[in-house]
């Protein structure tokens, strides 16, 4: 067991720089000569590069790493992995090659951090991809997480801002897990509200996105630190107004208990500063309002359907996601960006 000094001070996508902060830095950014084989980059705020290697073949690139949010060392190896891998899944592509990314005290126990990557070697493997290397600091502090390579066909690559007026927004995980992991940390929550958030954290998106590959899905991301809200804003911006019904929303029921008592992160609050001007609420308690720009650290897929398509989609998505719902729609654009009733 490593020591409090190590690890869960802040952790997983609560660690993250706030959309705001980043936003203003890459906007200063040189963008260099167009290459018309980057289909995707970081000028979109998508989850992940995709380059074109062939009119059938892109591959798909992104990393994510950050401090632990749990005490064990395995467990935090594979709520890391299981994080970064989302982003492969995210944009419709397969996961193919993994390299460790690696921030660890020498002085401590070098058995910690074995654990730490047996623990992402397992979820690399589960998602059908291989271990290939990686790099490793000596640091006062852990960080763990992966650099990820996927496959995907230039014509079938799942966007973040691409959806349509007439879509249903249908997400795959509950949300709550940072509020329930901040209330961990202050030896708040439950036995059991903990061990339902790292249930959730470690279960990959591979299985709602091999869903998702067999119908006409108009755009996807994962909800992870931005929040539900802020992620919802990258898929919504400039292509209408989302309206989500909050009794639909999948959420952990502690974190609504442990929000009231005010059991949030910095990280969600920056959320807030960040999305609240673009977000109307329309009679939603204060701990719903948490809930929704709570950081997620390894949260759930939200994508946009055709209406049409989405009685047919829900019952399969629910054989290996239990709790997706629709948890709104797309309309025209209205008077604001998001809606929230």
Excluded: W
Aim: net charge negative; aromatic share 8%.
């Amino acid at each position: 067991m490593a020591s409090d000094k190590l690890f869960c001070a802040t952790g997983g996508c609560t660690a993250k720089l706030g959309a705001g902060i980043l936003s203003r830095v890459l906007s200063r950014l040189p963008k260099g000569e167009k290459d018309d084989n980057l289909l995707i980059g970081f000028d979109s705020k998508d989850d992940a590069a995709v380059y074109k290697l062939t009119d059938d073949i892109a591959f798909v690139q992104t990393l994510d790493f950050f401090p632990p949010m749990v005490e064990d060392p395995y467990t935090f190896g594979k709520i890391a992995a299981t994080n970064a891998l989302s982003d492969i899944y995210a944009m419709g592509g397969e996961v193919k090659t993994a390299l460790n990314i690696v921030c660890f005290p020498e002085s401590e126990d070098l058995n910690i951090l074995g654990e730490i990557m047996r623990g992402g070697a397992e979820k690399v493997h589960e998602a059908g991809g291989s271990i290939a290397g990686g790099h490793s600091i000596n640091d006062a502090t852990v960080k763990y997480g992966l650099s990820v390579t996927g496959v995907v066909d230039p014509k079938k690559i799942l966007a973040n801002n691409t959806a349509k007026p007439g879509d249903v927004l249908i997400l795959t995980k509950k949300l709550g897990v940072g509020i329930i992991c901040c209330a961990n940390r202050v030896h708040a929550a439950s036995k059991e509200a903990m061990d339902a958030a790292i249930e959730s954290m470690t279960t990959l998106n591979k299985y709602a996105a091999d869903v998702l590959k067999r119908y006409d899905v108009h755009a996807c991301t994962d909800v992870t630190g931005f929040s539900f809200l802020g992620h919802l804003h990258e898929m919504i911006e400039g292509h209408g107004t989302a309206v989500i019904d909050s009794k639909n929303v999948p959420v952990f029921k502690e974190a609504l208990s442990y929000a009231d008592e005010f059991l949030t992160t910095a990280a969600g609050q920056r959320n807030r500063n960040f999305a609240e001007g673009r977000v109307r609420f329309e009679d939603v308690a204060f701990a719903m309002q948490e809930v929704l720009f709570d950081p997620q650290t390894s949260g759930g897929l939200l994508f946009a359907v055709d209406k049409d398509k989405a009685d047919e989609l829900l019952p399969e998505l629910k054989k290996v996601c239990p709790y997706a719902a629709v948890v709104g729609e797309v309309t025209e654009a209205k008077d604001i960006e998001i809606i929230v009733k």
